[in-house]
T-cell receptor
C-alpha cells in the first residue's frame, strides 16, 4: 500500500519570496508522484507529475518538484510566489502496478501568500 | 474538451431526503473516481470504477451511500437517507487507465457542495 505525508498543513509566505512545500511518501513498489492545486471553490488541477526520467519536474505556473528516491520525497518549490498562488496543494502517489490506477492523497498544505 | 462535468454544483436538502449527485467523465476515459472532501477528514476516495465496473468501494462510509456507472459517460452517487454529517464537497474525477504517460493522471470536476440541514 502507498501513503503520503505532507508535513505542513499551513505555509504563510510573503509575496515574491521562495517557497517549498514538503511531501514524503511510503510505498513498497515503484510509484508515480503528483502535485495537484485547488483554488478556492474549485476542483483539483494537476500541477505537475513525475512518471519516469529526470528527477526534476517542471509544472505549470513556475512550480517545480524534485523526486528523491533515497529520501522518498517529492517536495514542491517555487522561487518567487505571487498572490495568485494562494491555494491548497495536494501531493499524491500511485503505484506502477498494472491496473492499480487509484491515487493516494496527502492531507494538503494551505499556501497563503501575504502581500 | 469539456472536462469532467458534475451536477448540481450546489445541493441543499433536509435530513432524511435522498440525494443524487451526477458525473459525466471526459470522453474516452475508462476510470472514474468519487471523492469526498471535508475540513475534518480532507480528501477521501469513496469508490472507483474501471470500464464501468466498481473496483474498490472500501471508502464508501456506509450502506446509505451507493454509486453506479451504467455506461462509460455517466455515473451517480446516491445518499439515502441523507444526514447532516454527509455535508461536504463531493468530487468526481476521471482518467485513462493504460500503460504509458497518461496513466493515473486524474482530471477533476468542479465538485458538488452538499449541505444537509
Amino acid at each position: 500500500a502507498q501513503s503520503v505525508t505532507q508535513l505542513d498543513s499551513q505555509v504563510p509566505v510573503f509575496e515574491e519570496a521562495p517557497v517549498e512545500l514538503r511531501c514524503n511518501y511510503s510505498s513498497s513498489v515503484s510509484v508515480y508522484l503528483f502535485w495537484y492545486v485547488q483554488y478556492p471553490n474549485q476542483g483539483l488541477q494537476l500541477l505537475l507529475k513525475y512518471l519516469s526520467g529526470s528527477t526534476l519536474v517542471k509544472g505549470i505556473n513556475g512550480f517545480e518538484a524534485e523526486f528523491n528516491k533515497s529520501q522518498t520525497s517529492f517536495h514542491l518549490r517555487k522561487p518567487s510566489v505571487h498572490i495568485s498562488d494562494t491555494a491548497e496543494y495536494f501531493c499524491a502517489v500511485s503505484s506502477l502496478q498494472t491496473g492499480a490506477n487509484n491515487l493516494f492523497f496527502g492531507t494538503g498544505t494551505r499556501l497563503t501568500v501575504i502581500p | 474538451d469539456a472536462g469532467v462535468i458534475q451536477s448540481p454544483r450546489h445541493e441543499v436538502t433536509e435530513m432524511g431526503q435522498e440525494v443524487t449527485l451526477r458525473c459525466k467523465p471526459i470522453s474516452g476515459h475508462n476510470s472514474l473516481f468519487w471523492y469526498r472532501q471535508t475540513m475534518m477528514r480532507g480528501l477521501e476516495l469513496l469508490i472507483y470504477f474501471n470500464n464501468n465496473v466498481p473496483i474498490d468501494d472500501s471508502g464508501m462510509p456506509e450502506d446509505r451511500f451507493s454509486a453506479k456507472m451504467p455506461n462509460a459517460s455517466f455515473s451517480t452517487l446516491k445518499i439515502q437517507p441523507s444526514e447532516p454529517r454527509d455535508s461536504a464537497v463531493y468530487f468526481c474525477a476521471s482518467s485513462l487507465a493504460r500503460q504509458g504517460v497518461a496513466k493515473n493522471i486524474q482530471y477533476f470536476g468542479a465538485g458538488t457542495r452538499l449541505s444537509v440541514l
